[in-house]
C-alpha cells in the first residue's frame, strides 16, 4: 500500500458496533481533543495537515475513515446506508477513546452528520467547523439542475459503478479530484457519463501530487466505491432533519470562493442572506477568495491559521 510518512500519525482500528473502524490520531489533547470528518473522495488521509497542526498547539487529533471507506470495514448491506449509522458510530467512538467532548471540523458530506451531531449532543460538543459546506435546513433538492448532475447520475443504482468499473481505482479518484477542484459544477452531457469529464492529459491541482493521488487509490481499492455511491449519494434522502433546530455551541463555517458547491441552487443565499444564522447564533463565515472545494489540502497553512483561531477562541472549560 502506497504511503506518505507521517511519522506523528499513530493508526488503529476500533471496534465499532460490528465493524472495525479505521481511525487516525496524533497529538496528546492537553487543551481538547479535535474530531477530523472526511467527504468523498477524501478519507483520513485529507486532513494529515489539519492534524499535525492542532497535535503540534496542543490538542489531540482524531480522523476515522467511515465505515465503508479506507481501512475501515465494509458493511455487510451497503444498501442500508444511513446517516444515523454515522451519528451512532461517531458517539461510539467517542465512548471508545473515553473522550467527553470534542470540536467536529468536517467536510463535504462528513458536514451533515457534523451538524446533526452537534444538534444532537451539545454536551459531547465544543464547536463545529464545517468546509464547503453550510447547515441546510430539510432536504437539499437538486431537481433544478439538469440530468447529467453528477450527483443525480450517482444516485442511480449501478450507473456510477458502470462508469468507474471502465478504469482503474487511481484513474477514478484521479478524475474526481481534478473535476470538483474546478469552480463550475460537474454535469455530463447525455451521451457522457461523469469520467468522460475529464481524461488523462488534463493536469492534476498542483496542490495535488502524484504522491498523494497514490495514497487515496491504494485506499480505495481497499474499500472500493460501492458504499461510497450509497452513502452519501443515494442515502439523501433517508437523512431526518431536526425539527426546529438550533445549536448550542458555535459554528465556523469556511468557503473557498471557487468551490463549485457555491453555485449549487440556495447556497450562496444560506450563508449572505442570513438564513444559517436563524439557526446558529454564534455563527462565523470565512470567505477564500481562490479556495476550491478541496481548500483544507489547497491552502493549508491558511486553513490551519483559521481553525487555530476558532480553537483559541473558544477554549475547552
Known sequence: MATVEQPQIEHSHLAIRGLNLHVAQAGTGELGTVLFLHGFPEIWYSWRHQMLAVAAAGYRAVAPDWRGYGLSDQPPEPEAASY?????DLLAILDALSIPKVFIVAKDFGAMPAYD????NPNRTCGVVCLGIPFL????SFTTLPEGFYIRRWREP?????DFGRYDVKRVVRTIYVLFSRSEIPIANED???MDLADLSTPLPEWFTEEDLAVYASLYEKSGFRYPMEMPYRALHKSQPIEDPKFQVPVFVVMGEKDYVFKFPGIE???KNGVMAKFAPDLKVTYIPEGSHFVQEQFPDMVNDLLLGFLKDHPVA
Open 192 to 194: 457522457q457519463e461523469i
Open 137 to 140: 435546513h430539510g432536504a437539499s
Open 269 to 271: 443565499a444560506v450563508l
Open 84 to 88: 444515523q449509522d454515522l451519528q451512532d
Open 158 to 162: 449501478g450507473r456510477a459503478e458502470a
Open 117 to 120: 451531531f452537534a444538534l444532537r
